[in-house]
């Protein structure tokens, strides 16, 4: 799980601005996810990529924005557009089969 | 549609007591599941796959394909197991998983 790095880890905005989280990996995994977990609320999908230049919307992905130049790298913006963004951001990746592995997340308050 | 419900938010046990978190899952085909922990300021990690079969921790889950279920079990509970519990489902064999809202087990002393 060491492979899987996320910064900063704490993050702190004005209410309007638009904000970009970083994962990057060195695990040579195809598929990445980013997550965003609320109290009470557990794991929601925010993001996926299983190829580079390819990414898919996860369950909540109004209000942020995904790219995947490189294998190595998954970016989360987080938009103004997002209406409740003060959350911990999980990134993760997968082989393909046999789960995934989590980065120690990013958290992230909008005042 | 495929989910998975944990349906205890908070579990909370004396410490030597059995533990069992439940996971249910709703999926017609063949399953692949797991369990991940979340120990505090700890990152999530990966707990069991149902496929391996082993015991990690002391924690072991059976697929219950009848009761479609995958619960987690531990003889007896240690402080240390204080955590959040997060059952996942694989429908896809690609690593795409589907979690539970997850379980927060409290070992009190």
């Known amino acids: 799980d060491g492979g899987i790095t996320q910064s900063p880890k704490y993050l702190f905005r004005k209410e309007g601005q638009n904000v970009t989280l970083s994962c990057e990996q060195n695990?040579?995994?195809?598929?990445m996810y980013w997550y965003r977990q609320d109290p009470g609320q557990g794991l929601r999908l925010i993001y996926y990529?299983?190829?580079?230049?390819?990414?898919q919307k996860g369950d909540i992905a109004e209000g942020y924005s995904v790219s995947r130049e490189k294998k190595e790298s998954f970016p989360l913006t987080v938009t103004s557009a997002q209406k409740n963004p003060t959350a911990f951001y999980l990134c993760?990746?997968?082989?393909?089969?046999?789960?995934?592995?989590f980065g120690p997340g990013t958290r992230l308050t909008v005042t | 549609a495929q989910r998975v419900t944990q349906p205890e938010k908070l579990l909370s046990v004396f410490k030597g007591a059995p533990v069992e978190l439940k996971c249910n899952y709703s999926?017609?085909?063949?399953?692949?599941l797991f369990w991940y922990v979340q120990y505090s300021r700890q990152r999530l990690q990966l707990l069991l796959r149902?496929?391996s079969r082993e015991s990690i921790k002391g924690f072991t889950a059976d697929l219950n394909k009848g009761e479609t279920s995958f619960h987690l079990k531990k003889p007896f509970a240690q402080e240390e197991d204080s955590a959040m519990y997060y059952c996942?489902?694989?429908?896809?064999?690609?690593?795409?998983?589907?979690f539970g809202q997850g379980t927060t087990l409290q070992v009190k002393p």
């Open positions: 149902h496929i």
């Open positions: 993760a990746t997968s082989p393909g089969t046999g789960g995934q592995y």
């Open positions: 695990l040579n995994h195809d598929a």
């Open positions: 999926y017609s085909g063949s399953p692949e």
């Open positions: 996942a489902l694989d429908t896809s064999n690609t690593g795409k998983l589907i």
């Open positions: 990529s299983q190829i580079v230049n390819d990414f």
